[in-house]
C-alpha cells in the first residue's frame, strides 16, 4: 500500500500516517520530495479494504494506492505459476490441453427436449450438457424452470450419453438438492457477488462453473472465486460471458481478452460462453473460434433442438446442426494452436 | 409487440409469423411496405420475455421491438397515475411532502458506536438510523459484520433515540431475524437480482428498500421491485445509488436524472444515497442537496463519529458535525421546492 | 511517480529502474520490502505519459502510478486556490455569485424563430443565447446548419434583446468567422479531443464553452482545457451534458457529481447542460434544479418556440412558456444556497 | 418507422400524426389496439434524424422507433450482398482471402528507428508500415510528432522494404501533405465524428482506415464511414480498437464480436487494432489469434525497435522478435480457417 499525501500536508498530517502504521504493526518507508510525501507501507493485513478506507480518512492524504492484490488462494503465486486442473471425472476436466465442451438448452423444458439434445450434442463431441432447471428470470411472469423435475430430465440424459452435468443453482438452500444430480454447479452472472451462495458452494464437494457478472472487473470475479476457495472448494472454474457496454448491437460485449488476462492472474482454468456473451445466434461460431485461439479452456453454448419455440434464449442458441458443424471448424483452430476438442462418444451419422 | 420482418422477407416468413400469432390467441396487424412487412401484435401474452424470444427466432425477422413494459404492479397505470406513500410508522413514510432522512454508520461496529450516532443524527433531524449488521464484502477476509449482535445494537440505539431502523439482508434465511428487529429491510445493489431473495422478502410485512443494481437499467431495477410487490410486499422504496462508469473519478456515477424517470414510470417512492453514489465525503453534500432538488423521496447517509477509523467506508461518511450541518442545508433548499424535512428529536445543543 | 516492481524482481531489473531515473535527471526513493520493492520518484519530467510508459516498459516493473496530475495550468493550485471568473461582457460572466443560463434552439433554422426566442428567453431571465449554425450531425443526409447566415441571425437576434451569443465551431479554419460573430466559441462533445481545434481556440481572445466528451474522464476533460490555456486562452468554462451509459432510459446519463469534482480540481468555472444531459424535455427542469443546487456556474438550455417542428433535438427542447416557468423555480433555489440568477431584462408581460 | 402512442391516446393526437404523415407525403398504416394505437410510416425521409425528432415531438406519441438504418452506401444492401475489396497496391489489399498486416511503432521518432522496424517486419510477412507524424496526444506537453519529416521516414522506409504506408492524419489542413507520403490516411478514434475531417478525407483518392470511436455504437461508427463514403471517397476500412469500459485490467476492451457484428451490415472491410484494444503487450499475440479466428480482414500492430524507450505506447509494443514469432501462429490459425497471411519479402535470417 501507498499514501500519497496531499501537496504541501502539514508535519503532523504525515505524523499521524506513520503513527497508525506503527499502530497496526506494519512498518513504512517515508519518501519526502519538495512537494510531495509519499509512504509505501510494507506488511500484511488482515483486512486490506478496512485499512485501506482507514488511511484514505486521515486529513492531509490525497490518496491509498493498494499494491499487493486481495486474492490470495486463486492466484497464480500461489500455485507456484502452476495452472490448476479441475478434474469432473475421467472423461472431463478443464485446464489441460483438451478443451472442454459443454452444450444444452438455456431452459430443460421436456425430457424429449434434453435426450434429444444429448444424443445429438453428444454425437457431435461435446462432453458435458449444460440446461437450466432454476432459472434467474428478470421478470416475475417469465417461465422459472422445472426445479427438480427438470434436474432429473438432465442427469438421465447426460448419463445415455456418457456426458457430465452443469446446472445452476440459484438459492443456498436449494445446493444440496443440486449437487445430487449435477457434475458441475453453475453461479450465474447476476448471483457473482451473492456471498451467501458462494459460501454455500465452497461446502461442496463437485466443481463451480463461476460466471463473471455483468458489470464486474476482474478482481472482483477473481474475489468472488477466493470467496468459493477460501469456504474449502478449490475446483473453480471460471467462465467469461459478456460484459454489459453502451452498444445495443449485442446483448453484452464479449471481453475475450479477459482470458489470457485471467490467465496471467490465477491458476483456475477459464472458459467462454459466447451465447449470452453475444446475443446472436450468427455471432456464436465466430466468438467461439475466437474464445479457443484466445486460449479458453472450455466453451459452453446453448443450442436448443427447436429454437424458435425455445422457452428462453432462442435467438441465441444453435440448431443441432449448426453445432454438428461448428465441432468440425473448432477442431481445426484448435489444432492449429496445439490443442485438442473432445472426441465424439458415437460415430457421426 | 412489434414485428419487424427484414427487407423483402418471403410470404411463407410472413406467414409463419402470422400462424405462430394465431396460434397463440393473439391478434395481427400487417403493414406491407414496398421494402418491408412490420407486424403489429395485440393483446397480453403471460411471458413476454419467452414471446418475443420465440418471434425473434423465426426466419426473415429482423426484429421485435416490445411496447408495453414488462412491470404491471409497479406501474404508475397501476394505481391510476397516483404516487404511493409508504409507511413505517407515523413518524417516518415516504412519498410524501416530508423527505425521509436515514443516517448512521456503513457497519455498526459497536454499542457505543451506535449510540453516539443515534443521539446525534437524531438531533440533527434524522428519522431513520442505517447500518450494516450482514455486509456483503468484496474480499473474504473483510470484515462481515456483527450479525444478530448488530442487530440488536441497531434497536436499542434507534429505540432510544425515536428512529425506525434501516438494514440489509443478505441470506434468504436471515430474513426472518432480521425482520424481528429491522423496520425496513434492505436489498444492497449487489442482491438487486438475487430473486430468491425478492421473494423472501415479498413474504414480509415491512417495507423494502430496493437499491439499484451497479449497472441495472431502470427497467431492470423496476422489475426487481415487481417481484416483490408480486410475492405479496406492495411497500417498496427504490433507492438510487450510483451505477458503474468508466470514469475513476468517483467510485460510482449517481444517476439522479433516475429519479424523475422512475417517478414518471412507477408510483413507488424513489431515495437517493449520496454515499455510494459518490463514494467521496466531500461530495455527499452537494449531491445530497441536488437529490433533493431533483425531487427524491428522501436521503439515505453514511454519517460516522469517527471515519478515520470505521471499519469500512470512512471515506465516504460524514461526520457528526457535517450531518449536522447538512441538514440545515437542506431544510433550505426542501423548502424552496415546497417541501420539508423531519423535524430533529431534541433540540440541537 | 510510483514504479511497483514485481514480486521478487530481481536486483538488476531494480537496478535498471535507478538506471533510468538517473540518466533522466530524477530522484528515486526505494523501499525494499520482504516481497516486493517499490520506487517512488520525484521530479518534473516535461512529458509524463512518454515517462510513465517508459518506466512501463521494462522488465520487472508491475505498474507505474502517477501520482501528480497531467494538468498545470488548468489546476486550482495554479491560482493558489481561487476560483477563477469567466467575464464574457459586463452583464454575463460565469463563476461568480451570479448563475449565467444559456437558452435558445439546438439549430438556428431561420430568422424569425431566433427573434422570437431570444425575445422571450430574455425576458424569462437568460443572459445569453445559444444556437447551432455548424451542426455535428450523425448522420452525413441530417441537415447541417445554416453556417455564417445562421451565425449573423443569431448575432442580431441576441443583440436586439440584449444577449450573448455562444455557438459551436467544428472546423480550425471556421475559428476567424464564428468568432467575429459569437462572444463564446463552443467545442463540443465529440470534438473534446480535436486538438488542432482546441489549439485554434486557444488563439482566441474570446472565452470557450467546453463541452465534456461523451465518454471523457474528468482528466482527460481537463486535459483538453489545458490545450486551450497552454495555446494562450485562460478563458474557458466546462460544461457537464452527459456521459454515455448501459442504460436506455435516458440519451446520457447526467454526471452532476462532476460539478463538485471539477470545482476540487480546477479554478475553472463549471456549467451543466440539462438538454444533452438527459434528452428527454421533461427531465430538464429537475435536473436544473439538481444542477444549481449541486453548485453550478451556469446553465445552457435547448429551448424552442415550437419543438415539434425543431429541425434537431425537439424531443428535448423546452417551450418558451417551460422555460418561463423553469426560470422561476431555479430563483428560489438559487437563492436557497445563497447565489442569484440573471435579471429579466425586461418586465414580464 | 413506428410510431407507438401512449395507452389511451386521443384520437386528435393520433389524427395530428397522420396529419404530419400525409403533410411529409410519407403514407401510414394505422393499428388500433385495445389500448394502444401504433403507426407504420412508410416511405424514404431524405433526413431521418429530423424526422424522428418531429414526431416524437407530439403529444401523445410515447415512443419512435427507427425500422431503416440510416446509413445507405456502406450498407450490404448497396452491394447486393457482395464484400467490397479496398485495393492499395498490387501486393496490398483489404477484403480478400489473405489478411492484411500492418506493423509499426506509435510514433516516428527517427529515420533508423523506421529503417529498422520496417525491414524487419517486412521480413517477417507484414505488408504495410505504420507510425504516427501527427500524434494526438491526451496532454499538450506530450511529444505531438515529427511531422513531415516523419512522413518523409515512413515513406522511405516502407518504400525500401516495398511496404505500404499507413499513418493518421489529424487537421483536414493537413490532408493534402499526408495524401504525398501515405497510401492509406487513417483517422483515429478520437476524431471518429469529426465530421469536417471525414468530408476532407472523402475528396481523397486513397483508401481510409477508419478506427471506432472510444464510445462509439456500431451504428455510429458506420455512420462515420457512410460521410466519407457520400463525399466520393468509397475505399474506407474500418478498424476495431477496443471500447472504453469500466475495467481498469486493460486499457480499453476489444470488442470481437464487432467484426462479424460489421460484416454483416456493410460490405467494407474490417480490421482489428490489438495493440489500442488492449494496451498491454502480453495480450497483443493472443487477441491477434482470436481476431483472425474471427473473420478479420486484417490486423494492425504496434511493434517497436526497443520499447523500453519507446516515446509513446510502449507497454503495448511488441519487440521486432515478437512480432517474427507471432506471425508464424497466425499463418497457422489463418491456414486453419481457409485464409492466408502476406509472404514475407525476404527470406528470413
Chains 1, 2, 3, 4 share one sequence.
Not at 484514505?56 to 490525497?62: K, Q
Not at 475421467?90 to 485446464?95: A, K, N
Not at 456473451?277 to 484466445?294: D, E, F, I, N, Q
Request: overall charge neutral.
Amino acid at each position: 500500500m501507498i499514501i500519497v499525501m496531499r501537496p504541501h500536508a502539514a508535519a503532523a498530517e504525515i505524523d499521524a500516517v506513520e503513527a497508525l502504521i506503527a499502530k497496526l504493526k506494519l512498518s513504512a518507508h517515508v519518501s519526502r520530495g519538495a512537494e510531495r510525501t509519499i509512504v509505501g507501507v510494507i506488511g500484511a493485513p488482515p483486512d486490506k479494504e478496512t485499512l485501506l478506507a482507514q488511511f484514505a480518512g486521515l486529513d492531509g492524504v490525497e490518496s491509498v494506492v493498494p499494491i499487493s492484490r486481495s486474492y490470495k488462494l486463486v492466484s497464480r503465486e500461489a500455485r507456484g505459476g502452476e495452472r490448476s486442473i479441475v478434474r469432473v471425472n475421467d472423461r472431463v476436466s478443464f485446464g489441460g490441453s483438451q478443451i472442454a465442451v459443454a452444450a444444452g438448452p438455456c431452459s430443460v423444458e421436456s425430457r424429449e427436449q434434453l435426450e434429444l439434445t444429448a444424443t445429438s450434442v453428444a454425437r457431435s463431441g461435446a462432453n458435458i450438457l449444460r440446461g437450466g432447471a432454476f432459472k434467474p428470470r428478470t421478470s416475475p411472469y417469465a417461465f422459472q424452470g422445472l426445479g427438480e423435475e427438470g434436474l432429473r430430465y438432465m442427469r438421465e440424459a447426460a448419463d445415455r450419453s456418457d456426458l457430465a452435468v452443469v446446472t445452476e443453482v440459484l438459492d443456498p438452500r436449494d445446493v444440496a438438492l443440486v449437487e445430487r444430480y449435477a457434475d458441475i454447479l453453475q453461479i450465474g452472472a447476476r448471483n457473482m457477488q451473492n456471498f451467501t451462495l458462494l459460501r454455500e458452494v465452497g461446502g461442496v464437494r463437485k466443481p463451480v462453473l463461476l460466471k463473471r457478472g455483468l458489470a464486474a472487473t476482474i478482481e472482483e470475479w477473481l474475489m468472488a472465486a477466493e470467496y468459493i476457495v477460501a469456504a474449502g472448494n478449490h475446483d473453480v472454474v471460471l467462465c467469461e460471458r459478456g460484459i454489459r457496454s453502451f452498444d445495443p448491437a449485442t446483448r453484452n460485449v464479449l471481453d475475450l481478452a479477459a482470458v489470457p488476462v485471467v490467465q496471467g492472474l490465477t491458476h483456475l482454468p477459464v472458459i467462454v460462453d459466447p451465447s449470452h456473451g453475444t446475443g446472436v445466434r450468427a455471432l456464436v461460431a465466430p466468438m467461439s473460434l475466437a474464445a479457443v485461439a484466445a486460449g479458453a479452456d472450455g466453451l459452453i453454448i446453448e443450442v436448443h433442438p427447436n429454437p424458435a419455440a425455445a422457452f428462453s434464449d432462442g435467438p441465441q442458441s444453435l440448431t443441432l446442426p449448426n453445432f454438428e458443424e461448428l465441432m468440425g471448424r473448432l477442431r481445426t483452430v484448435a489444432s492449429a494452436i496445439g490443442r485438442s476438442m473432445p472426441q465424439s462418444q458415437t460415430a457421426p451419422v
